[in-house]
T-cell receptor, first 117, second 112 residues
């Protein structure tokens, strides 16, 4: 069974550009979250989506946006890139938001590594 | 109140030894405490998790100890193996949702 898949795996952008990252959750999972992991730090929560609706947002500027599609895949968009946006962007999926606590089933993809020059 | 502190930053242990990583949280609303293991180039993978209604949970060589009054929890890795060499993150979450707060991580190296 395929796990959480993310694309692209690596990308390089310049300051001011825009980037779109994509995530396909595990089959049957309806909830997707995005995390930013700066080198040497723990992941930081950006967004959670469930049934195409935003269910949570972390402390990130409005340059960050996301959406979830009817097939439960998701995109993360970052506009007006800054050097500080360089990080590994992780997507995680679970059956539903509450399923994470009840069963511990939160699965992470391998991430998209974004470098902003 | 959302911060999760983790120590040590790095840890070197001999094969067969015990690895201990400690975490502390502030927000008493947290009621789910997972540990994640991350290898280079990979996403974090759930290792073990605990709810605050128990003080200890053991799965194989991995044990979580939880002290609700002190708002602290720790991961013990018994009989540490070179394959355990990875970065370990503690995290804390609430009863609903995926808004986990992660610690800064501990880089574990197990020497053969």
């Amino acid at each position: 069974d395929a796990g959480v898949t993310q694309s692209p795996t690596h990308l390089i952008k310049t300051r001011g550009q825009q980037v779109t990252l994509r995530c396909s959750p595990i089959s049957g999972h309806k909830s997707v979250s995005w995390y930013q992991q700066v080198l040497g730090q723990g992941p930081q929560f950006i967004f959670q989506y469930y049934e195409k609706e935003e269910r949570g947002r972390g402390n990130f500027p409005d340059r960050f946006s996301a959406r979830q599609f009817p097939n439960y895949s998701s995109e993360l968009n970052v506009n007006a890139l800054l050097l500080g946006d360089s990080a590994l962007y992780l997507c995680a999926s679970s059956l539903a938001p509450g399923a994470v606590v009840n069963t511990g089933e939160l699965f992470f993809g391998e991430g998209s590594r974004l470098t902003v020059l | 109140q959302q911060q999760v502190k983790q120590s040590p930053q790095s840890l070197i242990v001999q094969k067969g030894g015990i690895s201990i990583i400690n975490c502390a949280y502030e927000n008493t609303a947290f009621d789910y405490f997972p540990w994640y293991q991350q290898f280079p180039g990979k996403g974090p993978a759930l290792l073990i998790a605990i709810r605050p209604d128990v003080s200890e949970k053991k799965e194989g060589r991995f044990t979580i100890s939880f002290n609700k009054s002190a708002k602290q929890f720790s991961l013990h890795i018994m009989d540490s193996q070179p394959g355990d060499s990875a970065t370990y993150f503690c995290a804390a979450g609430r009863n609903y949702g995926q808004n986990f707060v992660f610690g800064p991580g501990t880089r574990l190296s197990v020497l053969p």
